[in-house]
């Protein structure tokens, strides 16, 4: 049986709705990446590293539905008091966004969008401290919705205390 109402390819019912929330990734690209070993791949004693990791990210608005989000991770080996190795990755990527509620859009930024990103940031990390000499580096996976989800809970924790703080008059 014919569906009464086809569209112009012949497929009914795959007309996008506009109104229709939307967070897609439009391109993604390494924006900045640095790499440091002090004494090259030369380690005094038994190879067994300290590892450092630090996440951030960054937001800036491109147009009124395009947002850049930038990964940055930082790690950094030490051996004994010693350090190995210094990598700074920054993975950046551009996202389509639109008709998401306040919520849904930070959600998006700050756990969508870098959980998207983090493979692409993983794997530059990996190949540049394999360059410069060292074993293979390959960093576990990344929570990010529990990381938004703490930052929100720390958030309200300490919107929460500023309100109880009494007033100095």
């Known amino acids: 049986m014919a569906d009464p109402n086809p569209t112009a390819d012949g497929?009914?019912?795959?007309?996008?709705?506009?109104?229709?929330?939307?967070?897609?990734?439009?391109?993604?690209?390494?924006?900045?990446?640095?790499?440091?070993?002090?004494?090259?791949?030369?380690?005094?004693?038994?190879?067994?590293?300290?590892?450092?990791?630090?996440?951030?990210?960054?937001?800036?608005?491109?147009?009124?539905?395009?947002?850049?989000?930038?990964?940055?991770?930082?790690?950094?080996?030490?051996?004994?008091?010693?350090?190995?190795?210094?990598?700074?990755?920054?993975?950046?990527?551009?996202?389509?966004?639109?008709?998401?509620?306040?919520e849904d859009y930070r959600r998006a930024v700050a756990s969508i969008g870098p959980n998207v990103l983090f493979p692409y940031a993983r794997a530059q990390i990996a190949n540049l401290v394999t360059q410069g000499g060292f074993p293979q580096l390959l960093l576990p996976p990344v929570n990010f919705e529990l990381l938004y989800a703490r930052s929100r809970a720390e958030a309200a924790e300490a919107q929460t205390q500023a309100a109880q703080q009494p007033l100095n008059s």
Request: overall charge negative.
């Open 11 to 102: 497929v009914a019912g795959t007309e996008a709705d506009p109104n229709a929330p939307e967070f897609s990734l439009q391109s993604v690209y390494l924006k900045d990446c640095s790499f440091e070993a002090p004494k090259g791949p030369r380690v005094e004693g038994q190879w067994n590293p300290n590892i450092n990791l630090e996440l951030d990210t960054a937001t800036e608005i491109l147009s009124p539905d395009l947002r850049e989000i930038v990964l940055r991770i930082s790690v950094t080996a030490k051996n004994g008091d010693a350090t190995a190795f210094l990598v700074e990755v920054q993975q950046g990527g551009i996202f389509a966004v639109r008709n998401l509620g306040e």
